[in-house]
């Protein structure tokens, strides 16, 4: 019973001391741009997962398209509007809001980040687009079955009428 509590003991110690020595372990990079495709003349959001915690960095906009490079994911094309500072929060996440995109032309574009100490970065592709018109399928089945209604009640007045 001893022995049992002692290597139980010796396993619990081993345990906990290879869970302290882990050190800081992070997810790979992630960007997100919402909404996607974005209206021009409206705001967007970039999200930013798995980046180093606590650290900053900067975040910049393309107009152009992601390559991939030996360093990793990169974009191509032209800057748009100055770099955007991101402070990493303890978790790895950050989060820049209200990007305006007013002045922005339709097509391709994007949004690349990157924190100054570890180099870790990302790049994510997104779209500008003129005024989305909605679809509506409702709409047109609504109309049909009133074009039959409004038939009908026409068709029933006009035989009244000839009798």
Same mark, same amino acid.
């Given at each position: ?24 372990? #992070? ?39 992601? #390559? ?24 790895? #996440? ?70």
């Amino acid at each position: 019973m001893k022995r049992a509590a002692l290597v139980l003991t010796i396993i619990t110690i081993v345990a906990l001391t290879a869970t302290l020595n882990v050190g800081n372990v #992070h997810a790979a990079e992630t960007l997100t741009v919402s909404p996607n495709p974005v209206v021009a003349g409206t705001a967007l959001t970039v999200t930013g997962d798995g980046f180093v915690p606590g650290d900053a960095g900067i975040l910049q906009l393309y107009l152009g398209s992601v #390559h991939t490079t030996a360093f990793g994911p990169d974009c191509v094309g032209s800057t748009v509007g100055f770099p955007m500072t991101i402070s990493v929060d303890g978790f790895g #996440h950050f989060v820049v809001s209200g990007i305006s995109t007013t002045g922005f032309s339709v097509g391709a574009y994007c949004a690349y980040a990157y924190d100054f100490d570890s180099s870790a970065q990302d790049s994510t592709a997104f779209a500008v687009t003129t005024t989305i018109i909605p679809e509506y399928p409702l709409g047109l089945t609504l109309l049909a079955i009133f074009m039959i209604l409004a038939y009908g009640v026409i068709r029933r007045k006009t035989i009244t009428k000839q009798k």
